[in-house]
């Protein structure tokens, strides 16, 4: 079992630079792929960013691109998300996620677990 606590969150400008953490708790946080998502009011939870057990490879939604980098540190137990270039349709609540089954089952979003989330408001 693991436990996730997101934190990085806050206000930024438009073309601004955000870096989310996720750090996790319990045993074997290797042993995750690890996803980030997102979900803004009144908008369905949208998939940001996905990573293997062993950060070798990464996944991200198409609205992100080229702007987040998705990365871990397993020696640190730790999450991050490098969001650069932030545009106000990137405000949301962004969750991160983990899961043992691997980085399809985190797109899904069926992971196992889940953060409380942290709040990305960005201004124009």
């Known amino acids: 079992q693991v436990q996730l606590g997101e934190s990085g969150g806050g206000l930024v400008q438009a073309g601004g630079s955000l870096r989310l953490a996720c750090a996790a708790s319990g045993r074997s946080f290797s042993s995750y792929a690890m996803g980030w998502f997102r979900q803004a009011p009144g908008k369905e939870r949208e998939f940001v960013a996905a990573?293997?057990?062993?950060?070798?490879?990464?996944s991200y939604g198409d609205s992100v691109k080229g702007r987040f980098t998705i990365s871990r540190d397993n020696a640190k137990n730790t999450l991050y998300l490098q969001m650069n270039s932030l545009r106000p349709e990137d405000t949301a609540v962004y969750y991160c996620?983990?899961?043992?089954?691997?980085?399809?089952?985190?797109?899904?979003?069926?992971?196992?677990?889940w953060g409380q989330g942290t709040q990305v408001t960005v201004s124009s």
């Open positions: 990573i293997t057990q062993s950060g070798i490879i990464t």
């Open positions: 996620t983990a899961d043992t089954r691997g980085v399809p089952t985190v797109k899904r979003g069926a992971g196992d677990y």
